[in-house]
T-cell receptor, first 109, second 112 residues
Framework: AQRVTQPEKLLSVFKGAPVELKCNYSYSGSPELFWYVQYSRQRLQLLLRHISRESIKGFTADLNKGETSFHLKKPFAQEEDSAMYYC???????????FGKGTRLSVIA | DTGVSQNPRHKITKRGQNVTFRCDPI?????LYWYRQTLGQGPEFLTY????????KSRLLSDRFSAERPKGSFSTLEIQRTEQGDSAMYLCARGWDTGELFFGEGSRLTVL
């Protein structure tokens, strides 16, 4: 079965510092990977997906099939980036998303 | 706006009671998903519908859980004989062929 691992429950960084939220997955084929974000008191929403290769709110993520990773990065953290971040995987868009347990990002002023 | 409305937003019930949650996509949409989220966990898949057909059910979905989507529009998730372990946020989402999900705000269940 597919599995998504986010090794850090909590990540605290200072404002302006670089951010990297780790995500590793277990699947031997070509998965589709996503990052979702949940701000305080808001619904879970899509941040970005690897297939679109776009940057959203300054965040990027690169799929590394060799390391089976999809880490989320931002060069300069902002206070408004504080939220829960979830990595998720689907197989060819045909299977329900499998989510990791999430990482809480706290950006300290 | 994801176009997914969930009701009720919060339900408090006593153990052993039945509860029903409703999910209304604003517009008709082929795929509709139910997930459950407990404290410290990511969303866990429960079941999904393609139009009115229930195509997949997780083993998390015990026989006390039933979901329906009559006419391929709104969906209901019923939990019979609730247990304290059922306390969670129940999330409904519209799904796309790309695998993306657009979630509603969820229905929080508290079983006393």
């Amino acid at each position: 079965a597919q599995r998504v691992t986010q090794p850090e429950k909590l990540l605290s960084v200072f404002k302006g510092a670089p951010v990297e939220l780790k995500c590793n997955y277990s699947y031997s084929g070509s998965p589709e990977l996503f990052w979702y974000v949940q701000y305080s008191r808001q619904r879970l929403q899509l941040l970005l997906r690897h297939i679109s290769r776009e940057s959203i709110k300054g965040f990027t993520a690169d799929l590394n099939k060799g390391e089976t990773s999809f880490h989320l990065k931002k060069p300069f953290a902002q206070e408004e980036d504080s939220a829960m971040y979830y990595c998720a995987l689907s197989i060819m868009g045909n299977t329900p998303l499998v989510f990791g347990k999430g990482t809480r990002l706290s950006v300290i002023a | 706006d994801t176009g997914v409305s969930q009701n009720p937003r919060h339900k408090i019930t006593k153990r052993g009671q039945n509860v029903t949650f409703r999910c209304d996509p604003i517009s008709e949409h082929n795929r509709l998903y139910w997930y459950r989220q407990t404290l410290g966990q990511g969303p866990e898949f429960l079941t999904y519908f393609q139009n009115e057909a229930q195509l997949e059910k997780s083993r998390l979905l015990s026989d006390r859980f039933s979901a329906e989507r009559p006419k391929g529009s709104f969906s209901t998730l019923e939990i019979q004989r609730t247990e304290q372990g059922d306390s969670a946020m129940y999330l409904c989402a519209r799904g796309w062929d790309t695998g993306e999900l657009f979630f509603g705000e969820g229905s929080r269940l508290t079983v006393l």
